[in-house]
């Protein structure tokens, strides 16, 4: 029987269904997402907004609907940084109880970064025994995490307070934003990844988590479907990165819709501060190329659902 688990982050709500092969990796059975902008004006106010909250309701009945109709009898909920930043937090989980009839767990980012780096490796089977650092870049917040694939403990777990919603939020006015703002939201990414402590680690393999990264693979090599990929890893340079941040610095939200809508719904707005936490990301930790994933953190919640982390 597959279980369902659901990421609601700050940006989009995402569902897998999967079980366990024979070997006992994770086997997809489906998989769909929403995108809610649950942690819209968190950052400002501390609180999930009422018309986000309603977004939420609508988007988890949805993908509840999508699980049972794939015979997922048991549904798990990790909620990320914008329910843990808001200050109505315990409304929200009484909210999609009552609505929805889901327990609503708000993870801790420990939590978060372990569940995102077991998720996002579960694609990578030939890495086993590697040193590896995963990189998920959140609405809210990015996870770092680091350890060697195959084994539970890790070397460091980090949920680090940027993302490309709460930089957008706070530093962009404009679509391009003007220089001054980019700037400002550059700044505030390299202090907030010395502030937490962010370790350069050139030696290990970056893998970057499903998001942000995922969607700059499928813009930048040109595939539709993550199974074209399937014998071929997706890699992406530093360089990569860079070019397209430069490129994304000058564009207006319909020239940035227009680079790839399929990819860049619900991302369009927000694109361009996921690069900059990406490409600053990268440098503090000595990383020249990483391999996007087109898994993250709702594999990682399906493994513990199923009893495997």
Request: proline share 4%.
């Amino acid at each position: 029987m597959p279980i369902a688990a659901i990421d609601v982050g700050t940006n989009t709500a995402k569902l897998v269904v999967a079980d366990l092969s024979e070997d006992g990796s994770l086997n997809v059975v489906a998989d769909a997402r929403r995108f809610v902008r649950l942690g819209e004006g968190v950052d400002k106010t501390g609180c999930i907004q009422p018309a986000a909250l309603a977004r939420l309701v609508l988007a988890l009945r949805d993908l509840r609907s999508i699980a049972e109709d794939h015979d997922a009898e048991d549904i798990a909920v990790g909620a990320t940084s914008a329910s843990r930043d808001a200050q109505n937090g315990d409304d929200l989980v009484e909210t999609v109880r009552r609505e929805v009839g889901l327990d609503y767990t708000i993870l801790s980012g420990q939590d978060e970064a372990a569940f995102a780096f077991a998720g996002a490796l579960s694609s990578f089977p030939h890495l086993a025994g590697t040193s590896c650092v995963v990189v998920d870049i959140g609405g809210g917040s990015t996870e770092i995490v680091g350890g060697t694939y195959g084994q539970r403990a890790l070397d460091f777990g980090l949920s680090v307070d940027v993302g490309s919603v709460r930089v957008t939020e706070r530093f962009f006015t404009s679509q391009p934003p003007p220089a001054a703002e980019q700037d400002a939201a550059e700044a505030f990414v390299r202090q907030e990844l010395d502030v937490f402590g962010v370790p350069h680690v050139p030696e290990r393999t970056m893998v970057g988590a499903a998001g942000t990264t995922g969607s700059l693979a499928r813009m930048h090599l040109r595939f539709a479907e993550w199974n074209e990929r399937k014998n071929d890893p997706a890699a992406l340079s530093r360089s990569n990165v860079q070019a397209w941040r430069h490129r994304l610095a000058s564009l207006t939200f319909d020239e940035v819709m227009a680079l790839n809508p399929k990819v860049m719904k619900g991302r369009a707005d927000i694109f361009l501060a996921g690069m900059i936490v990406l490409d600053e990301t990268m440098g503090r930790l000595g990383q020249d190329r990483f391999f996007a994933s087109p898994r993250g953190l709702r594999h990682g919640i399906a493994l513990h659902a199923l009893g495997v982390l």
